[in-house]
């Protein structure tokens, strides 16, 4: 009875002059880690269970070689004699604690938290991010028989880019049939969208009547325009010549175009890219093409290093 | 002359009253946190201009509850958005009201803040020890601006439509991340049903929890520093002197400090040697 009160006042067994503790580690975490692991790689996949077995390995020598680690220090270790520590007072000859249990707890409390918030949060911040940018793929569009594009006249051609939504697919290029040029059609396809901040642009000519066309990809409207002298835009004047290449206000580029190609007789429209400038004429010109970038950004000349190029995009 | 006693049916209604008050005050402190929001010290020469804050948060009030009512019968993708605010404008009783509130009172929000911002500044109420709650401020304003260019798309109209592609495309021009910026803010490289419904979110949700915090944090520091007193008073000019054993500083010219028992106000002698 009397040993059982005597032991909460502080006066423990005599041989053991304080509670013994381990040492604080890290391994059995990590080494619970590698037996889930081990366990659903058994069940989902062998390589997973590989990987967990050589985690329980690795951290399982490690958790043992620490947890033995005092029994096999040689006892040249052993306290200071009490004669030499009375000089330096009481309490500079206990040491510090390397590694207070309430700090280790702190640590991992928060290293756990982090954990956890970060698995929940960053699948979700990619899930807000990463669709923006994956599979920006371009519909090609189908814009019908090319019968409906006069040789060396402009047409305004307005068409759906996207099927499944509505009016806010409609797009609008301006085409030109340039003729065969070294057996080969070629085309001049503008789209209309400005340079500058995206406002549609105008063909500076005379709009004739404009037709509808069936085509695969919905309904084209065809609006032929002759003696174009340009383009301009109504929101901040911009202004481009016949080829696209900016004359005046803000662009700071020429006119995007599309990529075409011919399918069974039908014009068919592939993905835009963006032109710094036109030199030439028609089926003469060189057009120095870049990757499309947003209205506004630079492709080329010094500002370019301030855009970069939308890699995303196949 | 002697109070009249009250009678035992009144006090059994004050008891009434009082019981339910009482056993929130004990439980929360929020009943005293109230008189305190309440009745706490305000400068002697305030006036009209000091409302402009409260007209504010008022304003935004008033878009917090009518926004909730329409997003009942708003619908953001591109082949109903259109459709559904028609609906609510011509069809649906008192839609008109209430989408003209928060059209309406987007723009008042939005003046409002302005001409607080501008009280603030002619008072010189951004000064110590109120800088932080002037750049609480403009966070807000920022974020009020971003409800204005979210919400604006959310007609699905002509206007809203190309308004936000100029937006996004200005957005677009900023160096370097410009053309993330541009891909994020529309989901994609055209605008279409991904930016509706993320404008739509980021209009509803994620801004209005923003500003709802930023507020709460902005009153906070409104009622723990106090406020400024308006630069024509005599206070503020330096006529009137500070008593109540503080030293002789003239009062509009010390700077106030919270004190050691959380109190606004010059330093006694003893907290300045301290």
């Known amino acids: 009875v009397a040993d059982e009160l005597e032991r909460p006042g502080g006066e423990p067994v005599e041989h053991e002059a304080e509670p013994h503790f381990p040492s604080p580690t890290i391994w059995p975490f990590a080494f619970a880690a590698g037996v889930a692991l081990l366990l659903v790689g058994l069940i989902i996949n062998w390589i997973l269970a590989a990987i967990g077995a050589v985690l329980v390995l690795v951290f399982g020598f490690l958790w043992i070689r620490e947890a033995t680690s005092e029994v096999r220090r040689p006892p040249a270790a052993a306290p200071v004699p009490p004669a030499a520590s009375e000089l330096a007072g009481a309490e500079e000859e206990e040491e510090p604690e390397r590694y207070p249990r309430s700090v280790f707890l702190e640590m991992s409390t928060l290293g756990v938290g982090a954990l956890i918030g970060g698995i929940v949060t960053l699948p979700a911040l990619g899930f807000m991010v990463a669709p923006a940018f994956v599979g920006q793929e371009h519909d090609e569009v189908d814009l019908g028989p090319l019968a409906n594009f006069p040789k060396d006249q402009f047409v305004i051609t307005t068409f759906n880019s996207k099927k499944d939504e509505g009016s806010v697919g409609r797009r609008t290029a301006f085409i030109r049939n340039n003729g065969v040029k070294n057996d080969l059609p070629s085309f001049t396809i503008i789209s209309n969208r400005c340079a500058h901040l995206g406002c549609p642009t105008q063909p500076q000519g005379l709009p004739g009547k404009g037709k509808q066309v069936k085509a695969s990809s919905g309904t084209v409207t065809i609006t032929p325009v002759a003696s174009v002298s340009g383009f301009q835009c109504p929101c901040h004047g911009g202004a481009y010549d016949d080829e696209g290449n900016r004359t005046a206000g803000p662009p700071v580029r020429a006119l995007d175009r599309y990529e075409f190609l011919i399918r069974e007789g039908n014009l068919v429209l592939g993905k835009p890219y963006s032109v710094g400038k036109v030199i030439g004429q028609a089926a003469d010109a060189k057009i120095e093409a870049y990757r499309i970038a947003d209205p506004g950004q630079h492709v080329d000349g010094p500002e370019k290093v301030l855009y970069p190029p939308k890699f995303w995009i196949p | ?274």
């Open chain 2, 1 to 274: 002359m002697a109070r009249r006693q009250k009678s035992k049916r009144q006090q059994q209604l004050e008891a009434l009253i009082m019981a339910p008050i009482d056993w929130l005050e004990e439980r929360s402190g929020l009943v005293g946190a109230l008189k305190y929001f309440l009745f706490r010290k305000v400068p002697a020469e305030t006036n009209w201009f000091h409302t402009l804050g409260s007209a504010t948060l008022t304003a935004f009030l008033v878009q917090l509850v009518t926004g909730v009512i329409l997003a009942m019968y708003y619908k953001p993708s591109p082949e109903e958005a259109y459709g559904s605010i028609q609906k609510i404008t011509n069809d649906l009783t008192l839609g008109w009201l209430v989408r003209g509130m928060h059209r309406w009172g987007a723009s008042v929000f939005i003046i409002l803040l302005f001409l607080h911002m501008g009280r603030v500044f002619l008072f010189g109420a951004y000064k110590y020890p109120r800088e932080l709650n002037w750049l609480i401020g403009v966070i807000l304003l920022t974020l009020a601006l971003a409800e204005g260019l979210t919400g604006y798309l959310l007609p699905w109209d002509q206007t809203a439509y190309w308004a936000t592609v100029v937006a996004i495309n200005i957005n677009a021009n900023a160096p370097i991340v410009g053309p993330f910026l541009g891909d994020f803010l529309r989901g994609g490289a055209e605008i279409g049903e991904e930016t509706l419904a993320r404008f739509y979110s980021l209009h509803m949700l994620v801004i209005p929890g923003g500003l709802i915090g930023l507020i709460t944090l902005h009153l906070y520091l409104v009622i723990r520093l106090g406020v400024t007193e308006p630069p024509w008073t005599r206070a503020a000019a330096g006529y009137e002197f500070v008593e109540d054993g503080r030293g002789p500083a003239r009062k509009g010219l010390v700077e106030p400090r919270p004190r050691g028992n959380g109190s606004l106000g010059t330093p006694t002698q003893e907290e300045a040697e301290a």
